[in-house]
């Protein structure tokens, strides 16, 4: 069954420098998502994108944050400037299409600390 | 506001015995839901979805009811098995200009014991 790829599993990085979270979504999937989960918390939504493009975005992306798809098969969350805070699970979905019909799929995430 | 969330933290059942997972939601122009596990160290997967259409869904041993009048959503879980145990969570789709942004409830863990 296809699934949806993170990598790495853990990432470990000091204050103030800059990570890149990879994930690999579904490849007929046309609609992708961050989503992040401090410890103990529920599942926040951060991103979707959609056609090369951000369609929505949660109060918690902010400038620091920003998504890529470089090419026809990765799609990227970039931190720019870490904060201790940042330190969460970071979960990749994706999902066929929009309207409310279509299940989004997720990833087993990445997960952050930030010393 | 926007809001899911679930009734009880945790839940113990008995192997063979059938499990109730409940959840609240509050905002009523959501119209599609879906119920996630997560086990430890893995993403959420998906075990069910329900359209507002409906009140009813039936998949392989899990039931999931939506009740509209109350904004309640429940997953039945039949004949429980060790393999259950993980956390639930329900999520609500907001139909936010089509893009399916997701909101999570706080998650029920689901205990089996032999």
């Known amino acids: 069954e296809p699934e949806v790829t993170q990598t790495p599993s853990h990432q470990v990085t000091q204050m103030g420098q800059e990570v890149i979270l990879r994930c690999v979504p579904i490849?007929?999937?046309?609609?992708f998502y961050w989503y992040r989960q401090i410890l103990g918390q529920k599942v926040e939504f951060l991103v979707s994108f959609y056609n090369n493009e951000i369609s929505e975005k949660s109060e918690i992306f902010d400038d620091q944050f920003s998504v890529e798809r470089p090419d026809g098969s990765n799609f990227t969350l970039k931190i720019r400037s870490t904060k201790l805070e940042d330190s969460a699970m970071y979960f990749c979905a994706s999902s066929e299409g929009p309207g409310g019909n279509q299940p989004q799929h997720f990833g087993d995430g990445t997960r952050l600390s930030i010393l | 506001g926007e809001s899911v969330g679930l009734h009880l933290p945790t839940l113990s059942v008995q192997e063979g015995d059938n499990s109730i997972i409940n959840c609240a939601y509050s905002?009523?122009?959501?119209?599609?839901f879906i119920w996630y596990k997560q086990e430890s160290g893995k993403g959420p997967q998906f075990i069910i979805d329900i359209r507002s259409n409906m009140d009813k869904r039936q998949g392989q041993r899990v039931t999931v009811l939506l009740n509209k009048t109350v904004k309640h959503l429940s997953l039945q879980i039949a004949a429980t098995q060790p393999g259950d145990s993980a956390v639930y969570f329900c999520?609500?789709?907001?139909?936010?200009?089509?893009?399916?942004?997701?909101?999570f409830g706080a998650g029920t863990r689901l205990a089996v014991h032999p």
């Open positions: 490849s007929n999937h046309l609609y």
């Open positions: 905002n009523s122009a959501s119209d599609y």
């Open positions: 999520a609500e789709i907001l139909y936010s200009g089509g893009y399916n942004k997701l909101i």
